[in-house]
């Protein structure tokens, strides 16, 4: 009887404790799940310093552009998120996890459409950028729907794209290849855009803002224990590119030019990000080079070439910096990751570029329709030059800043 | 008597066990709490990037008072945060939390501080900076402890307000006017307040970096499983103040003016403040367009009304981009937040106003009674401007960028 | 015999419990630990932005060295941080933690390099820095592995440096000056070296984004419960260095230079490294105080003195922000830890400064018998002005540097 008592109260003990240890769990469980949504949350925050102003500054080149380039990031950024958020609201296609992922690939959507504008930066009024966000934004959640996620059932396998090489980069360097086909006046090719040389720090601070994040931009959705593999695998590709745009910028040129340490130094990143958290570090800083040659040659060599042979004008290039970086990191995956299933990865970059160069002709006729202009945007169409200085008919004061 | 030693040992390993279970749980708790404190800590820093970097740069439009400004900003913060700190090691009122709590409330007190600093940037000497921050700590500090923490029992209930529309960006601002409509001389204002035009870049620069680390100084001290809900909000309401301060600024001024977009369109983020952790996203997003249309509407059309009206100078319209929003934000809560109390809520705001104007009157004349200027402030009345320039006499350059 | 089949019952609970808690708490440790090197992920982020942004915009002061001093930061950084990985990735000395422990020591060892670059900022090709940063890091990782691991046997007991007061920032002042003094030529010290007057906010701006991020320098490694306490004495140390800059300037120049605010108001930062886990927050407080006033002597007083007296330039003034501080704050550590080991730690100081001034001389040694220069660099020698302002035969400032 005694014993049958002591067991009673071992039972209960034992009740006790298991019960104690599975509400624990689910506690720490929960925490442990909080904790790692507000380390996304961390690098939602790092990717949007490189949106806002990680791109807007690097694209504060363009004279008398400054204010409109930093504007126009303003509202594509505030277009393009809410608009996909609208989209996963509605349960739509590709909706996935918790909310702090929706941002993130809301946030992905807008450096998409960053890089597109890129293409037609200093040729569009304000609401037209805002147009152009929102012709934008569905065609991007349909490719990235068709590629990443098997929509319409096309692609039979998984494509390695972690950080986007291929649906964020290509995408939207080709989609804005083709606005600008869609787009350029003769006058504007013949009008050459020329730089601002006051602003060729603001351009270097945007890319070291790009630099700095990238590793959270690639890492933004990887599990906790794979984040510090991913990040050194991008740093290392940064590094990569860096030292090969400094050799490959004097052997191509003579001289090293600023445009091309501000923008393929981050070839690298491009490239590395379809295989971020696959890669062994040195195969990444190989990346990370290769990456940083293909992108100053594009810089240097093809680039004049392209603009004369097609009359069409890429007006940050992107198609050195994305595009071909882009699907070099995507091709590169074939040969990195061991079990990569080459038709879907093939067939991924295949479907990006199509539907990327479709949508964006498309588009670029739409935004035409709407108001196409033949003279070059300057600051002062659209902004207010006299707000808050008086006095600014001296000449030199204008000539300085024109803006 | 073999049961009986099965049960010792049965108990014995249900001890064990336990204790285990026990010890591992505590163990994982603290590291689990001490995870967490890391996080807010990750948010401090974003918070001090925002008063340093945000604050700073968004201040570097006044002509001749680019190095003034941001010397200030150092000043201000340096002064008031350990200031802030000194209370909380005094057991001081409002004390609460870990030593990172402190830390963030103390960041909250500097950034109300500059706020203010705001209304009457470029009449100040550094030194007047200081005591201005000595005089607003204390004040600032008894409105926190009244409003938030119940002190001297004025306000029975609780007051919404968890990223400090009403507490930290009203208050700032109203307590700046104050100091302003104490301190400004009719020279001063018939002396128009010129922008140096080559700093408009400067001040997107800080008003870009105010926009990304928003969302953290509005869930600095939200638990972790709230925080990505706040900062989707946070953020969904400053994309709403982007596109609505342009279409605003646009209406309302015909053309589209610079400080608008750097100033108005964080006025979102402002107004959704108060009830960050507690909107649904789409609320945010309309409380963030009404905001944007409240500010650019003070920016273009109240500003120079109220100015020649009541012949004081706000420089930076603290009002525009931290009154009314903020004010608005403290109200919007009245509709948002279900079972809010109603009396503690006005009750709050209400105090908040009445408190701020009558120590900002009272520290402004202080700080009149210790040095009262006429003239504008230039940044060569204290700035060695030869230190590191020798051949500096040529007129033009030296005049608008002297160093 | 039904209380055996009890006992069985309840043991096979008991083991259930018994594991099912072991295997959940294994889980849940890995979880924590990968969640704990996330956070120190974003501290490695955050001192990647000190390396780029910080350092690279502090050194854009020079008079048409704006380009250089970036693209030099991006070379130094993307040398540095591979070189380093290799020397770990052989299993080398100093290996220690994880993947992200080594990137934080890879960091660390960047950021010393680029201290040692600012001292002979302005003076070395490109091809130099990234000559000087292959000959820097082994003889950091030598110095850093004596000091820190017991290397060689030469120190016998812990040297309390967790910030890198001593090893970080005193070995890179101090190595850097070793280089100046074996390259420095007659001309060069001859011709003055100019300042960019329209970067005064350029270098206050990588002066903010240093201040911004230097507690997770601090901080970077050490452990979760300890980071809240650590970045509270960094801010402390930084906001009295920053109130003591703007007091000693003011007394000892007359006027406020810039050129204090951006640098000396950093100095409690350098200070407070050796002990910023241990110290308490009024001890760091007053470290940061002192280290502010013996930094901005150094600029007022100091530094045109001994240019005079050596005819050796030291560019930025590395010494009296890096050097005297960093030593300030070795040796405050035996004041403030209780236990020190006074002969570890000053023998620890004693190998570093030999160690560092050895090297320093030696490297300067081999960079010059590479290519030692008279005239100083401009920034067009090596980069390409004409590649985007076609009209560029303007004056040259006007140019180049116009703003």
Not at 102 to 107: F, G, P, Q, V, Y
Not at 165 to 191: D, K, N, P, Q, R
Request: glycine letters at 12%; hydrophobic letters at 50%.
């Amino acid at each position: 009887m005694k014993n049958s008592i002591k067991n009673v109260l071992l039972a209960a003990a034992l009740m006790f404790c298991v019960c104690g240890t599975v509400s624990a769990a689910e506690t720490a469980g929960s925490t442990l799940a909080a904790l790692s949504d507000v380390q996304k949350y961390e690098r939602a925050i790092h990717i949007m310093a490189m949106l806002l102003v990680g791109f807007g500054f690097l694209m504060v080149f363009v004279k008398k552009y400054g204010r409109s380039a930093l504007t126009a990031t303003y509202l594509l950024v505030s277009v393009s998120i809410p608009l996909y958020f609208l989209k996963e609201s509605f349960g739509g296609i590709g909706s996935s996890g918790g909310v702090i992922d929706n941002m993130i690939l809301a946030e992905f959507a807008a450096a998409s459409l960053l890089i597109c504008a890129g293409a037609v930066l200093g040729r569009l009024k304000m609401g037209q950028y805002m147009l152009l966000g929102i012709l934008f934004v569905p065609f991007y959640a349909l490719n990235e729907w068709i590629v990443l996620n098997g929509g319409l059932g096309l692609i039979s396998g998984k494509v390695v794209d972690t950080g986007g090489s291929i649906v964020i980069h290509a995408f939207g360097a080709i989609f804005g290849l083709g606005v600008a086909a869609s787009m350029t006046t003769l006058t504007e090719y013949e009008a050459p855009i020329e730089c601002d040389d006051t602003s060729d720090r603001y351009s270097l601070l945007g890319s070291m803002v790009l630099w700095v994040f990238w590793p959270s931009f690639c890492a933004a959705l990887v599990a906790p224990a794979d984040v510090p593999r991913t990040a050194v695998n991008v740093i290392l590709a940064l590094c990569g590119s860096t030292i090969a745009t400094y050799f490959a910028s004097v052997r191509l040129r003579g001289k090293i030019a600023a445009a091309d340490i501000a923008n393929a130094t981050l070839a690298g990143g491009v490239a590395i990000g379809s295989t971020c958290d696959l890669a062994v570090p040195g195969v990444a800083f190989a990346i990370g080079i290769l990456a940083g040659v293909v992108s100053t040659f594009g810089f240097a060599i093809i680039q004049s070439r392209l603009t004369n042979l097609t009359r069409k004008v890429d007006t940050c290039g992107v198609l050195y910096l994305h595009g071909l970086p882009g699907l070099l990191g995507g091709i590169a995956a074939l040969f990195v990751v061991s079990g990569i299933n080459f038709g879907a990865q093939l067939t991924g970059i295949l479907i990006t570029i199509m539907l990327a160069a479709g949508s964006g002709l498309i588009s670029g006729k739409v935004i035409s329709a709407l108001g196409r202009r033949v003279e070059p945007y300057l600051d002062d169409e659209e902004f207010d030059g006299d707000a808050c200085a008086p006095e600014e008919d001296q000449p030199l004061i204008a000539a300085t800043e024109p803006v």
